[in-house]
């Protein structure tokens, strides 16, 4: 007789290293959006969300976790040595997608099993800013596609590259109507 049982099966997260509240008194309760540079992509292909942790290898467990445990994730890594003393950093990177909100939400409530630590705990910081963790607040602040990402922050790029005699970057998407104008003007 054939067994179907994993025919349908969920991927579910992997947590081998790792055991229920390991990583107690070992993390800050804030979430970091957007204040590191990508090294998968773009940045505005990628969300880089980072985390403090106070040991060194709470912070490798916990890069080890993050890549083992979610698909979404395209890489975890740790800075190379202490940010403060006794603060290591742990950078997680995803897809800069409508999806977004949702993964760090199963994100922070999986780290519930690891912490003291609850969603409602949590505190993300986004452009210096702190706000009460909650997936409808990061959808509203932080942009959700790469398109989104290129509005907000190459405007304000834009006057800087202008005050300083550089060329600017589009932020618009080039659609067949603007490219037929731009033809016909002699631009391209």
Partial sequence: MHNNQFNNHKPQPLFEALEFKDLEGMLKSTIHIDDFAAKMGDDDDIIVASFFTRDKAAAKDLVDWFEKGYDFVLDADQSPGEIKPNRFLVYVEMRRRSASPGQIQELLSDLSTLTEFDPSDWTMVYKNKDYPWDPETFAKLVPLSPRDYRNTN???????????????KPVYET???IKSIQSAAGII
């Fill in 154 to 168: 190459e405007k304000d790029l834009n006057e800087w590259r202008i005050a300083s005699g550089m060329a600017t």
């Fill in 175 to 177: 659609t067949p109507d």
